[in-house]
């Protein structure tokens, strides 16, 4: 962003305006070729109008007020369960929905904002809810620059090399910013300007309110263009300015699938990127997903195509291997999570291995040392130190003591069809192979478990519980049957 030099003789810029937002969303997007619209497509897990809200909420606006027209209902219901699943009660609460119904222009988009913003005689970011890879810090900085200027709107603006499409900055000889011209209207001089309007905007929205009053519809497409406020005001002897974003492609639109694809390449970087800068190694940026409110320590090695979401904090070097997938997952120094594991609102202690192809379900708690090995499911399990699950079990409602083994195919039968019940493993316990655990039931300390048992009493500490029947062999059985 170009700095705007303060102007001599003035008092410094007021910081402590109140902020709010208005997020235009009203477009359909033709050209996603869609039943959805377009706001509701996703990139990098989350859709695009969502990106848009956490960054308007990162810099303290409130409210937040979204401008919905084509399927607002799908819009508002979707934005309000996505913030609900993440705990971001506190954004949700900060959001307000304004409908247009029908699409006018920009204009007129943020006319419809009036009624959440009566009263409201603060500063104002205007963004598009197609334009999901613009940081907060981004916006930050151009209400820093808005401020520091005393201005009434400032433009964000970018360099492109193909200008096509967009609204064209217009500069006099000295470069004082002039007007926004759309291509249409715009004369083959202006067409030929490199700088665009990104569509985002700071403003003071009591002076923003009452130039929209006087926009009219006298363009090439009928339509009332937010941008004609900058000549009205200029107009009123007030202050427009246009920054310049440096990173020009983080801050323009999604409008097709294949803008959709670079948008969520840039955020999964962004995201590796965060924690490449706190010492995590992230083999394959692209192929990563990582939630911004995700933690690692330093010397974690991550493999491609991993996705690390909501509250997952994980320790100091930890591995976790190619397409694991952790929701609101605390792992502990030293872990090492195997390919295709998925776990969510678990717990996995220092130095405990997990996967290949581990379901850690919620309510599971690894304490360290422990193994969890190819297709385990656990849920609301606990395990003590040093216990493991290597192979093909599923343990449900279980509380697991120290050093237990849990054989291949051992299986907590805890639901009766109506209610759950516990399984208790005290310290010690050996499960042999195919074990079904019929519970309620609770396995004393040291106790054994022969392959193959039933067990549906409980079976009393340091004892050997056994539930066969015995093997017959019948000689010459097999001779016999080939000859019918
Ligand atoms: C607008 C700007 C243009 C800028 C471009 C950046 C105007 C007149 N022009 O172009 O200078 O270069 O954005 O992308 O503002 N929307 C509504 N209701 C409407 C019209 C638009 O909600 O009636 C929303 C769209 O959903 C979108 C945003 O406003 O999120 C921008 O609209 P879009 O049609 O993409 O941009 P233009 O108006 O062509
Ligand atoms: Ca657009």
Redesign the pocket.
């Known amino acids: 962003m170009t700095t705007t030099p303060p102007v001599p003789g003035t008092s410094p810029a007021p910081t402590d305006r109140p902020l709010a937002a208005v997020i ?4 359909e997007g033709t050209r996603m070729k869609s039943r959805r619209v377009k706001v509701l497509h996703e990139a990098a897990g989350r859709p695009l109008v969502e990106h848009v809200v956490r960054a308007a909420a990162a810099t303290g606006a409130s409210p937040i007020v979204i ?1 919905v ?1 084509v399927q607002a209902a799908a819009v508002q219901e979707r934005l309000l369960a996505s913030l609900a699943a993440s705990g971001d009660a506190a954004i949700a609460a900060r959001l307000r929905f304004a409908e ?1 119904p029908e ?4 204009a ?2 943020v006319a419809r904002a009036r009624g959440e913003l009566a009263g409201f005689g603060g500063d104002l970011l205007v963004l ?3 334009v999901p890879a613009l940081p907060a810090e981004a916006l930050s900085r151009l209400l820093e620059e808005h401020r520091a200027a005393r201005a009434a709107l400032t433009v964000l603006s970018a360099e492109l090399p193909d200008p096509g499409g ?2 064209r900055i217009v500069r006099d000889a000295r470069g004082t910013f002039q007007a ?1 011209v ?1 291509q249409r209207d715009a004369t083959p001089e202006q067409r030929a300007v490199r700088e ?4 985002t905007y700071a403003a003071d929205w009591p002076l923003l309110d009452k130039a929209i009053d006087r926009i009219t519809p006298d363009n090439a497409q009928g ?1 009332y ?3 004609d406020a900058v000549r009205l005001l200029l107009g009123d002897g007030e202050r427009s300015i246009a920054v310049v974003h440096g990173q020009a492609e983080e801050a323009l ?1 999604v409008n097709s699938r294949r803008q959709l694809a670079d948008v969520h390449r840039a955020l999964a970087r962004r995201a590796a990127e965060r924690l490449m800068d706190a010492g995590v190694t992230v083999l394959d940026p692209d192929s990563t997903w990582i939630d911004a409110t995700v933690v690692a320590g330093p010397d974690t090695v991550i493999h491609p195509g991993v996705t690390l979401e909501g509250r997952t904090t994980i320790g100091a070097g930890c591995v976790i291997r190619a397409g694991a997938r952790l929701t609101d997952v605390v792992v502990g120094d030293g872990a090492t999570i195997l390919d295709y594991t998925i776990a969510a609102a678990s717990t996995i202690g220092p130095d405990c291995q997990v996967g290949p192809f581990a379901h850690l379900r919620p309510g599971t708690v690894l304490s360290d040392h422990c193994k969890v090995g190819n297709f385990v499911e656990t849920k609301k399990t606990k395990l003590g130190p040093g216990s493991k699950a290597s192979h093909l079990s599923y343990l449900g409602d279980a509380t697991i003591g120290t050093g237990v083994n849990v054989g291949a195919g051992t299986i907590t039968c805890n639901y009766d069809g109506t209610h759950k019940h516990p399984t208790v493993l005290e310290d010690g316990v050996f499960i042999g192979s195919d074990t079904q655990l019929v519970a309620p039931v609770t396995v004393g300390k040291g106790a054994y478990v022969g392959a193959g048992t039933t067990v549906t009493k409980d079976v009393p500490a340091g004892a050997l519980a056994i539930s066969r029947t015995e093997q017959r062999n019948i000689e010459g059985w097999v001779e016999r049957r080939v000859k019918k």
């Open positions: 235009l969303a009203a477009g401008v027209g247009q699409r006018r222009g920009t007129d988009a598009c809810g197609d967009y609204g926004i759309e665009i309007n990104t569509g339509e263009y937010l941008t639109g």
